[in-house]
Structure formats: structure tokens, C-alpha cells
């Protein structure tokens, strides 16, 4: 349950979408709060470029907006806006493409005043002391910037699965591929992440995601 202290707290992401259909503003705008942090975080780490991820995120939701009236109820909320966030990402790389100006930088961050969702805050609590902590907050930025050089098949896939818990069938929903497709680009992901972070002298806890066996 949601405690933002809203009356919407007591709703689903689905009913909320569902009560958006019937007009309620209101019910919208406490949707556009839960999902609004996640799908810039996300289309930032994709597009590389904070300003366009803004952009992206605004028309995100105006689509969702738009086509309330197509969200399926039997259908999870939250993989058809990542995936509408997924889409808009991607024409906007083949736009930068057609025009020639693609800059992808690496370890692209969120203002200070931003909340991300880094690998960091998702290692279990194995780690309490400061000399620990301190050695993982530098495995996390590594970790980043490895991810940043992916290219995006692999990138994308390891957001949606490792980054925000997406099941695989739920990834292809979003991504449009098959569910081994999935599994192939995410296998080959992490082998990718190790063999990039062994190029820059680091290695991987056995209880962090990426550190599973091939």
C-alpha cells in the first residue's frame, strides 16, 4: 500500500488507471506520482542525455493519458507504461541517429536533487560497516558506468530486469521480443558487465544480481 497520505493511497496501479479512465483527474495525477521518478530514472540511463529524459517522460505520460481508454484491465499498469517509456526511447535514439549527433557518456547521472535508483541500493544488507560500505559505493559507480557503455539491447534489458525486478515475461511485453530472446540478451549482458568491470580492476559480490552464474 501507498502512504503518501492521498485518499488514492488505498488503490492499486490498476484501479487507479481505472478510475483515470472514468475521469478522475485526481486519481491520475496520484498515478503520475508513484511512476514519475521510475520512468525518468530509467529513460535517462537509456537515451544518456537528463534534458531529452525529461521530455520523454512528459510525453510518457501523455500518452498513457491519450489512451486510457486501450489499457486492458487483465494487463499489469506498470509494464505498459515502461513500455510506451521504452518506445519513445528508442525513436529518439534513431533521431539522434539521423541526424548524426549521438552522444553516448558515459556514467550519465541525475542531479543531486534527483532520486535514482542505483545497484547500490539494491545490495541486501550484508554490509554495515563503513570501510564495506565505502568499497560497495565504489563497485555501484563502477557498475554504472559499465551499464552506460552497453549497447542498448543489452543496457535496456538489464534496467528492466536487474534494475526494476521485471520478470522476463513481462520484459518482452515491454521490449517486444520473446522471452528467450530475453534471457539470451540478459545472459550475454552480464557477462558483458563482468568482463568490463575485470577490465577496470573490479569484481562482483556473489549476492549481487549480476554475479549469478552463466
Known sequence: MHTNGSKYDIYTDEELVLKAKDTDLGAFDEFHARYLKKILNYVN????????????????????????????????????????????????????????IISLTL?????????ETELIELIPDKADNPD??????ELSQAIDKAIDTLPLKYREVLLICEIYGYSYQEASEILN??????G????????KIKKLLNSMDASLPEYLPLSRKQ
Do not use: M
Open 45 to 100: 540511463r537509456v537515451v544518456n542525455d537528463f534534458q531529452k529524459a525529461e521530455e520523454i517522460t512528459q510525453e510518457t505520460f501523455l500518452q498513457v493519458y491519450r489512451h486510457l481508454d486501450t489499457y486492458r484491465p487483465e494487463g499489469k499498469v506498470s509494464s505498459w507504461i515502461f513500455k510506451i517509456a521504452t518506445n519513445l526511447s528508442k525513436n529518439e535514439l534513431r533521431n539522434q541517429r539521423r541526424r548524426s
Open 107 to 115: 556514467n550519465k547521472r541525475i542531479g543531486k536533487n534527483q532520486e
Open 132 to 137: 564495506t560500505l565505502a568499497e560497495l559505493n
Open 177 to 182: 521480443c520473446s522471452k528467450a530472446n530475453i
Open 184 to 191: 539470451i540478451r540478459l545472459c550475454r549482458a552480464r557477462r
